[in-house]
């Protein structure tokens, strides 16, 4: 019954766009020269082609040329242009059938993460999602964690990124989505968070966004998925630009969180500059934030310079090379948990933590293409030090890594390009220094992997391997995953797909070392750590259709991910019971089998319907996340207890903590002239589960009304809205308003997230 029920749901969306594209459809039709056509008749069919049957009432010699009689010319909006000769000449009323081929751009795009060679959008085999430039452009962001939650199926907390649930909440320490840019890691080092204010987000081609397991390509730490920002390519003309922007936070919607009369600001300097000159390209951007911030002490103060050089070389035809680099300097406060429900906004015993940060990155590149083989080289040399002032001088959380990342890859295409082979070999080594992580702590990645792409005719089939071992310092461990997957090309825009992968991650430094206190709360380490394995399959079908001139695709997919040993951080008293808080705490512990399905909703477009233009991306996620061992003995704590996923969770369910089963999100922006507007929405139903420990004693009395909160705040409606007008092509101003209800909600416990802001920007273009 259920399954029926989407279905009809389904053809009937199909329906509507279908009745749409036939009656926004316009048709005009160019004579040959000297000679006009006459009172044409239309009757349109198809819904994803403009089919028409036309009759040619007269056909009038304007003067005495000589053209071909059978030679007629039809266009339309988001159609390409159809230039037809007939082996006899058109007279008058004649009847012709004509079909014009819509121009579909969306799915002809190249994303490069599914495959590492480059495969059309229609033809992948697992979902993806592709952002475009103007969503960052004009969300006025910080950094692109912001643009990535107006994703459908995507949520981010703490920094830490969740695809269709396939993560929880772990303070950002071991992403389980691998974060690129141009395929390099963006991971840290010591805890494999993402350094989202470290990408180069003032000069972006596109950002590439996929939904499945992509261990085989990518290896650890792409179990949920991939993000791979990909920056633009420098042309002959320059390219350059300059953003300002400024605002301000609101009050909260509560008086008792107020914790400063003082207005808090926000401001920002970004821009770039490429350019192509006699085959050598440069780009250069660069980023400045003062961020005050909204909660007690938490501040965000930051400044990047990114390089970029790319060369092609006159002696040997087909090689490229280049080098990218980039330094961070920045200074920011945080803390993790709240004085009270009330005061939210103020850590708990004005605890907070003060962050000196270095960053600095070399990435030497090569790449070389001769006929149908590239050999492409990629190296990183990536630094990070933080310097941690905490109020506490006897508890020391400087810390300091370091990471050099090498691949070698090589594509070859045979069989008239049907066939595509694609094979690498990796290396990564990672070090940590700090007593935060016990020590001097060392780690070593060794990898090969293939994948095969053949085509045929409208079906595309692709299937890979990839073998890895891991060293995380004298503990070694290899794993070998598989992938396959199928395309099918029902009609032009009409594909359907299916594929399964496996997907593993090994325990970050910061998850097996990490050894010491936030406040009143201690963190322990887990050198036992085991590496973390599951799949994820999934069906889907991609439909393109058109409005007018509004060209779009509807994506929907039924997913399943199984996890095997995931690591979650879990509370109880591993400590002594003399220690802080009777040794209470938290500990990254293997927890038993988990799994989750669902479907997803996802539409994307862009063009124009009369004289407004559209950009258009949203979508809906229903997913069942549970424990399928929920009694099963994951651990024993200090106190020899046996700990079990059903003693350790706040609710009597089986649901896996810190998910939600319903997801909405919706961004729309619309272009009139010289005007923008836009809105987005997030939608987010009630957090299914959290940790116990979180409302029960003696946790709740030192951290209160993490279950009032949970109560009072259950589903997330949050809408942005901006405005934007562009004095010429080069100028444009642009306002802001980000949570405009001012609606209160929790992204985590005792984490409220912020109130109502306020931002301009104008940007100058060259």
Request: hydrophobic residues 40%; positive net charge; aromatic residues 12%.
């Amino acid at each position: 019954m259920q399954v029926a029920y989407y279905k009809h749901i389904l053809f009937g969306i199909l329906g509507f766009l279908s009745f749409a594209s036939q009656a926004q459809t316009q048709i005009t039709f160019q004579s040959p020269e000297g000679f006009a056509v006459k009172n044409v008749e239309l009757t349109l069919f198809s819904p994803f082609a403009a089919r028409i049957f036309a009759k040619i009432d007269s056909l009038t010699r304007t003067n005495t040329t000589t053209e071909t009689f059978g030679r007629l010319i039809a266009s339309a909006i988001g159609f390409e242009k159809l230039d037809t000769i007939f082996s006899e000449p058109i007279v008058s009323g004649q009847h012709l059938l004509l079909t014009l081929k819509p121009k579909i751009q969306l799915l002809e795009e190249v994303v490069i993460s599914t495959s590492k060679s480059g495969i059309k959008l229609k033809e992948s085999p697992v979902s993806i999602t592709i952002l475009k430039p103007y969503l960052v452009q004009n969300k006025i962001t910080a950094d692109l964690s912001q643009v990535l939650d107006q994703v459908p199926g995507v949520t981010i907390a703490d920094n830490q990124i969740n695809i269709r649930n396939g993560t929880g909440w772990s303070y950002g320490a071991g992403s389980r989505v691998a974060v690129l840019v141009d395929d390099l890691p963006m991971l840290s080092a010591d805890a494999a968070s993402p350094q989202f204010s470290f990408m180069p987000t003032e000069n972006i081609g596109s950002i590439e966004i996929v939904k499945s397991a992509g261990s085989v390509l990518y290896g650890s730490s792409a179990l949920n998925g991939i993000v791979n920002l990909r920056t633009a390519e420098p042309t002959e003309k320059p390219n350059a630009s300059i953003a300002v922007f400024t605002g301000i936070y609101g009050n909260p919607p509560r008086d008792s969180m107020k914790w400063s009369q003082k207005t808090r600001t926000q401001s920002g300097l970004n821009g770039f500059y490429s350019k192509k000159t006699k085959g050598t390209s440069i780009a250069v951007s660069w980023n400045i934030l003062a961020d005050e911030g909204y909660r007690l002490k938490e501040v965000n103060y930051r400044g990047r310079i990114s390089f970029r050089m790319k060369r092609e070389s006159k002696k040997i035809v087909g090689l490229n090379y280049g080098i990218n680099t980039a330094v961070q300097r920045g200074f920011s406060g945080s803390f993790l948990l709240w004085q009270s429900y009330a005061k939210a906004y103020t850590p708990l015993d004005s605890g907070y933590t003060y962050t000196n940060t270095s960053r600095a990155s070399i990435d030497p590149f090569l790449t070389y293409t001769k006929g149908k083989t590239t050999h492409k080289y990629l190296s990183r040399i990536y630094i990070l030090d933080n310097a941690i002032d905490n109020g506490n001088p006897t508890n020391n959380q400087s810390n300091g890594s370091s990471l050099w990342y090498n691949e070698y890859k090589v594509n070859r295409r045979f069989l008239a390009d049907r066939l595509s082979t694609t094979a690498g070999a990796v290396s990564m080594f990672s070090e940590t220094h700090s007593p935060l992580f016990s020590g001097h702590q060392t780690s070593r990645n060794l990898a090969v992997y293939t994948q095969v792409e053949y085509k045929l005719k409208r079906l595309i089939l692709t299937t890979g391997a990839r073998y890895e071992y891991f060293k995380l310092n004298n503990v070694a461990q290899a794993k070998p995953v598989f992938r396959a997957g199928v395309n099918y090309a029902l009609t032009r825009f009409t594909n359907i797909r299916a594929s399964y992968g496996q997907g593993f991650r090994f325990p970050s430094m910061a998850e097996a070392f990490t050894t010491t206190t936030v406040g009143a709360l201690t963190i322990f380490p887990n050198a036992n750590l085991k590496p973390e394995t599951g799949s994820s399959a999934e069906i889907g079908i991609k439909q393109a259709y058109k409005i007018g001139g509004f060209m779009a695709y509807l994506d929907v997919a039924v997913f399943r991910m199984d996890l095997i040993n995931m690591m979650e951080f879990t509370f109880a008293q591993w400590g002594d019971i003399s220690g802080p808080l009777l040794g209470l705490g938290f500990k990254s512990i293997n927890v038993a089998k988990c799994r989750i399905t669902g479907y997803e909703f996802e539409t994307g477009g862009e063009g124009k319907i009369g004289k407004f233009t559209f950009n258009v991306l949203g979508g809906y996620t229903f997913s069942n996340p549970v424990s399928l061992e929920p009694n099963k003995i994951i651990s024993k704590d200090n106190a020899l207890r046996n700990l079990t996923y059903a003693n350790t969770r706040a609710d009597d369910n089986k649901y896996l903590k810190y998910r939600y089963k319903h997801l909405a999100k919706m961004d729309i922006q619309v272009r009139y002239k010289k005007i923008e507007i836009g809105i987005g929405l997030r939608y987010n139903s009630a957090m299914l589960n959290i940790d116990k420990a979180f409302v029960e004693q003696p946790f709740d009395l030192i951290v209160p009304e993490v279950a009032r909160a949970r109560k009072a705040l259950q589903s997330t409606l949050v809408f942005d809205s901006r405005l934007a007008y562009s004095f010429t092509e080069k100028l444009k101003f642009s306002f802001q308003v980000l949570n405009l209800l001012n609606r209160e909600y929790m992204a985590r416990p005792c984490d409220i997230r912020p109130p109502r802001s306020f931002q301009v920007q104008m940007v100058w273009k060259l």
